[in-house]
């Protein structure tokens, strides 16, 4: 199976900040790089598929990048709203492994 | 709108067998492969396996392969999963969602908790 690690688990961040949010495969995934914020109580929401397709309606200071083995999601200028969990995970190949998650903080 | 919704959970002792549901409503159900997803209690998420549009094919993630069926009924715009020989660890919420592409899910139900407990 691909193992995905997320980095960091956790952060703390204030409103406008820019945070990255880093994952890692352990074997190249091409572009099937997929990334979903969760908040308490909630459904995970898909933001980023393909490493860096922004899916319909999510805010555009989301943005994806990478390629291989090496992904980032960055939040340009955060928002009271995006302090969440986000999960990275890959679709490269079955089971759909997800990384651990970060738990982004308010400052 | 898209809508998944899911069903079936409660508590059940270990060993034990429950069968999920997820109905969906907003898109033609028969043209996507749907998955099942869980999450334990202030865990990460799981992905647990997925359905092939017709139902000829299904993926699962290792660990589970033997005591999870996931199965569908495109009449009835449904989707099931048949989980056996239950243990604590199987203890979670558990999502279906649709998936995008056959590999992205895109629209999620809001899941069903699953306790297995004596």
């Known amino acids: 199976d691909i193992q995905m690690t997320q980095s960091p688990s956790s952060l703390s961040a204030s409103v406008g900040d820019r945070v990255t949010i880093t994952c890692r495969a352990s074997q190249s995934i091409s572009s099937y790089l997929t990334w979903y914020q969760q908040k308490p109580g909630k459904a995970p929401k898909l933001l980023i598929y393909e490493a860096s397709s922004l899916q319909s309606g999510v805010p555009s200071r989301f943005s994806g990048s990478g390629s291989g083995t090496d992904f980032t999601l960055t939040i340009s200028s955060l928002q009271p709203e995006d302090f969440a969990t986000y999960y990275c995970q890959q679709s490269y190949s079955t089971p759909r492994t997800f990384g651990q998650g970060t738990k982004v903080e308010i400052k | ?118």
């Open chain 2, 1 to 118: 709108e898209v809508q998944l919704v899911e069903s079936g959970g409660g508590l059940v002792q270990p060993g034990g067998s429950l069968r999920l549901s997820c109905t969906a409503s907003g898109f033609t159900f028969s043209n996507y492969y749907i998955s099942w997803v869980r999450q334990a209690p202030g865990k990460g998420l799981e992905w647990v396996g997925n359905i092939k549009q017709d139902g000829s094919e299904k993926y699962y993630v290792d660990s589970l392969k033997g005591r999870f069926t996931i199965s569908r009924d495109n009449a009835k715009n449904s989707l099931y999963l048949q989980m056996n020989s239950l243990r604590v660890e199987d203890t979670a919420v558990y999502y279906c969602a649709r998936d995008f592409r056959a590999r992205v899910a895109d629209y999620w139900g809001q899941g069903t908790l699953v306790t297995v407990s004596s």
